[in-house]
């Protein structure tokens, strides 16, 4: 009982031993780890061919600097006015809207007191060439009814309006002309929001300008507040537009 007999060798000698026996085994498998065989397949990028180790980091490369100038442009927008943003202020509004804005308004301290409804008139081109001006229609209302009673209210209903007149207004002087390339490109952003939602009615023939208007209602003084507010509507008109080809839905701009 006192001796052993493991792949040869007897007795009861430390070489012997299980212990022993183990080690012998395990210091071939260590050195197979610590230097595998040529050809045996590489763990991650080292793995791949040289072409495609060249393709991996070139991607790499790209996502890093994608990255970073992201970081750095979306720094500028939220930092306070310093030398690059007087200089470059345009080149970082380029790039961060309307995809990357950063609002803050969740934040504020001082929150909207006012409601403010986008409504739309149509001039219609009928049969004959008859042209007739719908009414007004309540943009804002159509949008609050869809989401109204909805557990899950589409974000495009909520917000699509809504923040597309902030670009616009944020892009406009106040006697509407557009500030540049922003300012035209808010109101084919707008047109085009509007036709598709005029698309959804039946007009009688087909919309050949559109003019819009906000109406502004004030919120109420809450009812401990002695604070006086003229809640009275406040109506704003702006210019006719003249609807294209590519504020269509479904037809694409032609060049």
Not at 32 to 45: L, M, T
Not at 56 to 83: D, E, K
Not at 188 to 196: L, S
Not at 230 to 253: I, K, L
Request: aromatic share 8%; charged share 20%; net charge negative.
């Amino acid at each position: 009982m006192d001796s052993y007999d493991v792949g040869g060798g007897n007795g009861p000698g430390p070489e012997g031993s299980p212990e022993r026996v183990v080690e012998r085994v395990a210091e071939p498998l260590a050195e197979a780890d610590r230097n595998p065989a040529p050809g045996a397949p590489q763990p991650g990028i080292a793995g791949l061919s040289t072409p495609y180790q060249v393709v991996a980091a070139v991607a790499l490369a790209v996502v890093g600097v994608f990255a970073c100038v992201h970081l750095a442009m979306v720094f500028l927008h939220v930092a306070p006015s310093n030398t690059l943003t007087k200089q470059h202020g345009e080149a970082v509004d380029d790039w961060v809207y309307p995809e990357f804005e950063q609002n803050w308004k969740l934040f504020a301290p001082n929150p909207l007191q006012q409601n403010m409804s986008v409504q739309v008139r149509a001039e219609v081109v009928g049969a004959g060439g008859k042209r007739t001006t719908t009414g007004w229609t309540d943009l804002t209302a159509y949008d609050i009814d869809g989401v109204r009673g909805t557990v899950l209210p589409s974000h495009t209903r909520q917000n699509e309006l809504r923040r597309a007149w902030d670009f616009y207004l944020n892009s406009h002087t106040d006697d509407h002309r557009p500030n540049g390339m922003r300012g035209r490109l808010s109101e084919q952003y707008v047109r085009r929001i509007v036709m598709q939602r005029l698309d959804e009615r039946a007009l009688g023939g087909t919309v050949d300008r559109i003019q819009l208007r906000t109406v502004t209602r004030p919120v109420p003084a809450a009812a401990w507040s002695t604070e006086k507010i003229d809640t009275r509507p406040v109506d704003r008109s702006y210019p006719w537009w003249s609807v294209t080809a590519a504020d269509r839905p479904g037809t694409e701009a032609t060049r």
